[in-house]
């Protein structure tokens, strides 16, 4: 890896590791989704580096554009700042799930450490065996076809709910 690599790694993987920070923690779900579309973003430049430019495309035009610009419009429509969210102020929350992320954090060090080629695939004969864009789209519509299929539908049913949910919440029936 060149030098210029290794500090787009780093600033991509640093961005993106404060964009998913900023998912978590931040107050208003507008600018939560906007910090997911950072860290997609960023994901996409780590996938780049990675030598997997169609996976980059894909995060950057359907995650990153259609499907988070999706939800920013759900979030827009519902207008979910004037509800109050249950369990906001849960007795022991907090320490609860700070020690649950520190569990979860030391059991992906874990596993990393025991076998760091396990998480990237680096080495693997499923990459060797073709190119990137030839393998991806022979699992994508082999093995995958069918959750691959299931996820517009899933899609329209969640935004629908979501509009459904908008609508009964202010009384309004027609439409």
Wanted: net charge positive; aromatic share 10%; proline share 4%.
């Amino acid at each position: 890896m060149t030098v210029v690599a290794s500090i787009v790694f780093y600033v991509a993987a640093a961005i993106a590791i404060l964009g998913g920070i900023g998912v978590v923690s931040a107050r208003s779900p507008m600018y939560s989704g906007l910090s997911l579309i950072l860290t997609l973003s960023q994901l996409a430049v780590l996938f780049l580096l990675l030598g997997a430019q169609f996976i980059a495309a894909a995060q950057i035009l359907i995650y990153a554009g259609a499907v988070m610009v999706l939800f920013l419009f759900v979030i827009a429509l519902l207008g979910v700042e004037a509800y109050p969210f249950l369990g906001r102020h849960l007795p022991g929350q907090r320490p609860l799930s700070v020690a649950l992320a520190a569990i979860l954090l030391a059991g992906v060090i874990f596993f990393v450490a025991e076998n760091p080629r396990a998480i990237t695939g680096a080495h693997s004969t499923v990459l060797q065996s073709g190119g990137n864009v030839e393998v991806f789209g022979r699992q994508l519509f082999t093995s995958f076809f069918f959750p691959f299929e299931l996820t517009a539908p899933l899609l329209i049913v969640a935004m629908i709910g979501a509009v459904a949910l908008s609508r009964s919440r202010r009384g309004d029936t027609n439409a």
